[in-house]
């Protein structure tokens, strides 16, 4: 506590004079996602269930569960640029143009079993695994070619494995490599130089390889090769996801096209899974109709790889500043759009109407069925109501009576069949509900500090809940809303609570509604002053003058007035002073003085060094001048002084 001082000589001064007062201070995991910064091939392993993705710029292959799930790594593999495995599934080869290496890894383990070594400055690029060897593509944009390996051959014996120069004259650029399970001895290659789209399909079934077609490249097929696939069960190549060339004689000729895509991967059974803008596409062969469709991501999708069983996808998806392993499941079930127009608003207890349609892209059953489900007040798990039946335009209706108010819920849905998968969809309807009177007393009233004061909530009619919640909210914001009482309004309809009324506080009465009476809530502010009393002290007697009992002091002698007022942070004390001149009193001035941790406040009162002097003082909170607002405006008692010889 900080003792401070005000002249009674200069309160004086002020009545006769306007002087002013002289103030002296005395802080559940789930599975980590496999994600990479710049793929470098995907290729999934039917044996293991798993999903291996190389990483060019990190220099590393990921492996991924069958979900997308990380499950192991191996780093220093040189700059990724493509993934093959062998025919087994034993051995995983990953082509290393930086380090001029194809590097064979154990598929099970990641770890590196051998590293081949190419020798020619512009390689490996593409790997693909076919006719018992691994055929990668070397060269520039100029002057390509292809080269093998044989795995059956002991890099450390006097025979090279690698084999270079495979297909001279025929391939310009890094050539694109693709195989086909079907057709285990056939390669497919594209060129990606920058003046032709040739292309080829070799067989590599024999010690070198034939060429079974060539196209030489002039833009009358294809626009450029950026992707080539070989079509199961058809003597095909599909280019750029999109454009289907047959090749017979040695030639090859333009056979159909699916609708725009980029890149794409056929399943051993045929399906086609193409990406095309934000989504990947899933057709069967020689359709135009898609049977599924992703919607991967706004920024595309950076490659894709059937799961040798065509049972899913695996997408790069675009994820923060990398690609994410996503798994996409069901592909050969056509997903129907489903919808429900509910009306948004309409009274309880009267017939409502709600519509809506199922379409697909493959044609639905005959006389396909809906379940309706309604979620409301009086059936918050869902009540089962009457199967639809889906017109032949794919439309349905149904009517129903919403026996309960409030936010009431039709979902729709549709079981799916051997050609669809399930769909659900659904829509809500505010449904009226009547108002109930609510009500909290003693709004207004201003209580002592500290008083216990009763709040009673009074609720009206409802048709089920007669639950109240009462809240109280004390001013200042480091005190929060607090619940004091919940339950069950008597049989008057009242429910009450007791607050210490310590600050002004706002009570609230909550009534959360039920099926046929409305949400309500009722406030009511009351206020509270704060404790405060002053102590007086170096006087050498007390007595009485007239109606008032005086403290005496000489009128040499300070008095000291000690303030006690309830504590908040900031909080000062506004400081009243009077003197008695010719019958009346005058305000001398007010001054405010902050108060202590502890609550007090002491000023030291300069002696007048005159006789006869009557002064009288007083402490105050003044609401919002005080330095806070957290309690009603509150006036001290007047201390009365006398000034004597």
Same mark, same amino acid.
Do not use: C
């Given at each position: 506590?900080?003792?401070?001082?005000?002249?009674?000589?200069?309160?004086?001064?002020?009545?006769?004079?306007?002087?002013?007062?002289?103030?002296?201070?005395?802080?559940?995991?789930?599975?980590?996602?496999?994600?990479?910064?710049?793929?470098?091939?995907?290729?999934?392993?039917?044996?293991?269930?798993?999903?291996?993705?190389?990483?060019?710029?990190?220099?590393?292959?990921?492996?991924?569960?069958?979900?997308?799930?990380?499950?192991?790594?191996?780093?220093?593999?040189?700059?990724?640029?493509?993934?093959?495995?062998?025919?087994?599934?034993?051995?995983? =080869?990953?082509?290393?143009?930086?380090?001029?290496?194809?590097?064979?890894? *154990?598929?099970?383990?990641?770890?590196?079993?051998?590293?081949?070594?190419?020798?020619? $400055?512009?390689?490996?690029?593409?790997?693909?695994?076919?006719?018992?060897?691994?055929?990668?593509?070397?060269? *520039?944009?100029?002057?390509?070619?292809?080269?093998?390996?044989?795995?059956?051959?002991?890099?450390?014996?006097? @025979?090279?494995?690698?084999?270079?120069?495979?297909?001279? !004259?025929?391939?310009?650029?890094?050539?694109?490599?693709?195989?086909?399970? !079907?057709?285990?001895?056939?390669?497919?290659?594209?060129?990606?130089?920058?003046?032709?789209?040739?292309?080829?399909?070799?067989?590599?079934?024999?010690?070198? &390889?034939?060429?079974?077609?060539?196209?030489?490249?002039? =833009?009358?097929?294809?626009?450029?090769?950026?992707?080539?696939?070989?079509? &199961?069960?058809?003597?095909?190549?599909?280019? !750029?996801?999109?454009?289907?060339?047959?090749?017979?004689?040695?030639?090859?000729?333009?056979?159909?096209?699916?609708?725009?895509?980029?890149?794409?991967?056929?399943?051993?059974?045929?399906?086609?899974?193409?990406?095309?803008?934000?989504?990947?596409?899933?057709?069967?062969?020689?359709?135009?109709?898609?049977?599924?469709?992703? @919607?991967?991501?706004?920024?595309?999708?950076?490659?894709?790889?059937?799961?040798?069983?065509?049972?899913?996808?695996?997408?790069?998806?675009?994820?923060?500043?990398?690609?994410?392993?996503?798994?996409? @499941?069901?592909?050969?079930? $056509?997903?129907? %759009?489903?919808?429900?127009?509910?009306?948004?608003?309409? /009274?309880?207890?009267?017939?409502?109407?709600?519509?809506?349609?199922?379409?697909?892209?493959?044609?639905?059953?005959?006389?396909?069925?809906?379940?309706?489900?309604?979620?409301?007040?009086?059936?918050?798990?869902?009540?089962?109501?009457?199967?639809?039946?889906?017109?032949?335009?794919?439309?349905?209706?149904?009517?129903?009576?919403?026996?309960?108010?409030?936010?009431?819920?039709?979902?729709?849905?549709?079981?799916?069949?051997?050609?669809?998968?399930?769909?659900?969809?659904?829509?809500?309807?505010?449904?009226?509900?009547?108002?109930?009177?609510?009500?909290?007393?003693?709004?207004?009233?201003?209580?002592?500090?500290?008083?216990?004061?009763?709040?009673?909530?009074?609720?009206?009619? %409802?048709?089920?809940?007669?639950?109240?919640?009462?809240?109280?909210?004390?001013?200042?914001?480091?005190?929060?809303?607090?619940?004091?009482?919940?339950?069950?309004? $008597?049989?008057?309809?009242?429910?009450?609570?007791?607050?210490?009324?310590?600050?002004?506080?706002?009570?609230?009465?909550?009534?959360?509604?039920?099926?046929?009476?409305?949400?309500?809530?009722?406030?009511?502010?009351?206020?509270?002053?704060?404790?405060?009393?002053?102590?007086?002290?170096?006087?050498?007697?007390?007595?009485?003058?007239?109606?008032?009992? =005086?403290?005496?002091?000489?009128?040499?002698?300070? /008095?000291?007035?000690? @303030?006690?007022?309830?504590?908040?942070?900031?909080?000062?004390?506004?400081?009243?002073?009077?003197?008695?001149?010719?019958?009346?009193?005058?305000?001398?001035?007010?001054?405010?003085?902050?108060?202590?941790?502890?609550?007090?406040?002491?000023?030291?009162?300069?002696?007048?060094?005159?006789?006869?002097?009557?002064?009288?003082?007083?402490?105050?909170?003044?609401?919002?001048?005080?330095?806070?607002?957290? !309690?009603?405006?509150?006036?001290?008692?007047?201390?009365?002084?006398?000034?004597?010889?």
């Amino acid at each position: 506590m900080r003792t401070r001082s005000i002249s009674t000589a200069t309160a004086l001064a002020v009545l006769f004079s306007s002087a002013a007062l002289s103030v002296v201070a005395a802080g559940t995991a789930s599975a980590a996602s496999a994600t990479v910064t710049s793929p470098g091939g995907i290729v999934a392993d039917g044996a293991l269930q798993r999903v291996f993705v190389g990483d060019s710029s990190a220099g590393r292959i990921v492996a991924a569960n069958y979900s997308g799930s990380l499950v192991d790594s191996v780093s220093g593999i040189g700059q990724v640029s493509d993934l093959a495995l062998s025919e087994d599934g034993a051995t995983l =080869y990953a082509a290393a143009p930086d380090l001029h290496e194809i590097v064979a890894l *154990d598929a099970a383990t990641l770890d590196v079993k051998t590293r081949y070594t190419v020798s020619t $400055n512009t390689g490996p690029r593409y790997v693909a695994f076919a006719g018992g060897k691994l055929w990668f593509s070397y060269g *520039d944009q100029w002057d390509g070619n292809l080269g093998s390996v044989d795995p059956t051959v002991d890099p450390a014996g006097e @025979t090279d494995p690698v084999a270079l120069a495979q297909y001279s !004259n025929r391939v310009w650029g890094q050539a694109l490599l693709d195989t086909d399970p !079907n057709q285990p001895g056939v390669l497919a290659v594209g060129e990606t130089g920058i003046s032709t789209d040739s292309m080829a399909v070799l067989d590599v079934s024999g010690a070198t &390889p034939q060429e079974v077609a060539w196209y030489q490249g002039d =833009y009358s097929l294809n626009s450029g090769i950026g992707d080539i696939d070989l079509v &199961p069960g058809a003597s095909q190549v599909l280019v !750029n996801g999109k454009d289907r060339d047959a090749y017979a004689d040695g030639t090859f000729k333009a056979a159909g096209s699916y609708p725009s895509g980029q890149r794409a991967d056929i399943a051993a059974n045929g399906l086609i899974a193409q990406i095309s803008g934000s989504k990947v596409a899933v057709y069967k062969p020689n359709t135009t109709q898609p049977v599924r469709t992703y @919607t991967t991501s706004s920024a595309g999708t950076g490659d894709l790889a059937w799961a040798p069983d065509s049972s899913r996808i695996f997408a790069l998806v675009p994820s923060g500043s990398g690609y994410v392993v996503k798994a996409l @499941t069901g592909p050969t079930l $056509n997903a129907p %759009t489903l919808t429900v127009n509910a009306p948004s608003s309409a /009274p309880r207890a009267e017939k409502l109407t709600v519509k809506g349609k199922l379409s697909a892209t493959v044609p639905l059953p005959a006389g396909v069925k809906l379940q309706v489900t309604r979620t409301d007040l009086a059936s918050p798990d869902g009540k089962a109501l009457p199967a639809v039946t889906v017109k032949a335009d794919g439309t349905y209706s149904f009517t129903d009576t919403p026996p309960a108010g409030g936010t009431v819920t039709y979902r729709v849905s549709y079981a799916g069949d051997a050609e669809h998968s399930s769909a659900s969809a659904s829509d809500k309807v505010a449904v009226s509900r009547a108002a109930t009177a609510l009500t909290v007393n003693k709004n207004g009233n201003i209580y002592k500090y500290g008083t216990d004061v009763s709040f009673t909530a009074h609720l009206g009619t %409802t048709y089920s809940n007669r639950t109240v919640e009462i809240w109280a909210d004390p001013f200042g914001g480091d005190k929060p809303k607090k619940l004091i009482k919940t339950g069950k309004v $008597n049989s008057h309809g009242n429910l009450s609570a007791t607050v210490d009324m310590t600050r002004d506080t706002t009570v609230t009465a909550v009534f959360k509604g039920d099926a046929r009476y409305a949400p309500k809530s009722a406030k009511s502010t009351a206020y509270a002053r704060v404790r405060v009393s002053t102590a007086v002290s170096k006087h050498y007697k007390t007595g009485a003058i007239g109606s008032h009992t =005086y403290y005496w002091f000489h009128k040499s002698t300070d /008095p000291l007035l000690t @303030t006690t007022m309830t504590y908040y942070p900031g909080r000062q004390q506004r400081f009243d002073l009077q003197v008695y001149y010719n019958g009346s009193w005058y305000s001398a001035d007010s001054e405010y003085f902050a108060l202590g941790t502890d609550g007090k406040s002491a000023v030291r009162l300069g002696a007048p060094d005159e006789a006869g002097i009557k002064a009288r003082m007083r402490s105050v909170y003044v609401n919002g001048s005080s330095g806070d607002t957290v !309690n009603s405006t509150t006036y001290g008692s007047w201390k009365y002084l006398y000034f004597s010889n």
